[in-house]
């Protein structure tokens, strides 16, 4: 008994820690981000419902007993009948279920590409800490170098011991940067741990970035939402053209009440048919369609609003991302590289007595504010993308209907 119960927590432990056991990707955080989100379980639900709806409006007419006794001058009957839906009122209000039914799609999509969005967001923000933690231990390591570097020449009589004192000032100065970055990255799993559901201290290392598609087109979460919308108005319409059809039930009567008649005779059993249908429309089905119209002509209006802003917002997201990785690429490709060698011929040079220590220091944390420069593109980089993936409708991890 203790083993069964034991067994699940196992397993539940064992799941929570898959993430941290091995770096994890973007495609895999999105998609756990989004099985882990309430938003996305209750829109779940809320499609379920639809689809039930849908469901019920497509099912035929229950059968129903009327029972309808009377005195006197009345024919009092036992009616057995079924509703038929000749004149399409059923059917009608079926297509409106079924347009709700693709609105809550819609809203399902919306609370994916929204968890989405958000979780690419707080990988980008993890991986931007855990890099810039990285570069301030390297940042650590050359200052501790130069720390040994100075103490050889200060012991060799070939350099004051002021100089060691100065170099150990910039150690300190670099393992206070390494302090800041190491709190950047504890607040950064905070947050990541929070959306794949696992203790909030759980240790992470996150994986590679992953590029926004090129050839993906202007789409949005809002653009999904409006033409799902205009779907339903447009059901709706259909649906409240319906309402003046005529309604026909037909079913078996007796007249089993009556007291001048006998109950048990044959002749008191046959068909029965009522059609009920309104004589006159004295406005309420006409006023009912033209604003079933007006919210048609709504519902297009915000459709093609809802275009511009895809577009517009598509195009921006392009040129954000255009514009940024330029600048990415060449500090990746031209700046760093370059200080880097600067860098190393400084330190050679000071080794050899040829550069003053100041030099050395001055070239060392220009150094680390052109990494820094590289990590801050990367990162204006990264979130550019996602502005295109969030413009596209295109995240790592996730399907979603055009």
């Known amino acids: 008994m203790i083993t069964k119960k034991i067994l699940p927590i196992i397993a539940a432990l064992a799941a929570s820690t898959v993430l941290s056991a091995q770096p994890i990707t973007a495609e895999q955080f999105v998609q756990e981000s989004i099985k882990n989100s309430l938003a996305v379980k209750a829109a779940q639900a809320r499609l379920e419902q639809s689809n039930h709806l849908l469901k019920s409006s497509q099912s035929p007419f229950n059968p129903q007993i009327d029972i309808a ?22 059917n009608a209000l079926s297509g409106v279920y079924a347009a709700q ?30 890099e810039s933690l990285t570069n301030a231990e390297q940042a650590t390591e050359a200052a ?17 011991e002021v100089h060691l004192t100065r170099a150990e000032v910039e150690l300190a100065r670099t393992r206070q940067q390494q302090t800041e970055a190491q709190a950047l990255v504890a607040v950064a799993l905070v947050s990541a741990n929070s959306l794949v559901a696992q203790p ?16 993906a087109i202007a789409a949005s979460p809002e653009l999904l939402l409006a033409a799902a919308d205009l779907g339903l108005a447009n059901s709706e319409l259909a649906s409240v053209k319906k309402q003046g059809k005529p309604r026909l039930t037909a079913g078996i009567a007796s007249d089993i009440w ?26 309420e089905n006409r006023f009912a369609v033209k604003a079933a119209e007006s919210e048609i002509a709504r519902r297009e209006a915000n459709l093609k609003e809802a275009e511009r802003i895809a ?57 680390n504010r052109l ?29 979603v209907a055009k």
């Open 69 to 90: 006794p009377g005195v006197g001058f009345t024919n009092s009957n036992a009616i057995l009948s079924q509703e038929f839906d000749i004149f399409g009122r059923r």
């Open 101 to 130: 039914s693709l609105v809550a799609n819609a809203e399902l999509m919306t609370a994916n590409l929204g968890v989405a969005a958000n979780a690419l967001e707080i990988y980008a923000e993890l991986l931007w800490a855990q």
């Open 144 to 160: 501790e170098a130069l720390v040994q570097a100075v103490k050889k020449r200060v012991e060799i009589g070939e350099a004051p």
């Open 200 to 215: 909030l201290t759980t240790e992470m290392v996150v994986d590679a970035w992953v590029d926004s598609p090129r050839n």
């Open 258 to 283: 009556s007291i001048d008649r006998d109950m048990v005779k044959g002749d008191n059993f046959g068909l029965q048919i009522n059609l009920s249908a309104p004589i006159l429309d004295r406005g």
């Open 311 to 367: 577009q517009t917002n598509f195009e921006r997201a392009r040129i954000g991302v255009e514009s940024t990785e330029s600048i990415r690429q060449a500090f990746q490709g031209d700046i760093v590289p370059k200080g880097e060698q600067m860098v190393e011929a400084m330190r050679s040079g000071y080794e050899s007595g040829l550069i003053t220590l100041i030099e050395v220091l001055e070239a060392q944390q220009a150094l």
């Open 371 to 399: 990494k820094l420069d590289r990590l801050n593109a990367d990162r204006k980089y990264r979130l550019a993308q996602i502005e295109l993936m969030k413009a596209t409708n295109s995240f790592p991890g996730l399907e």
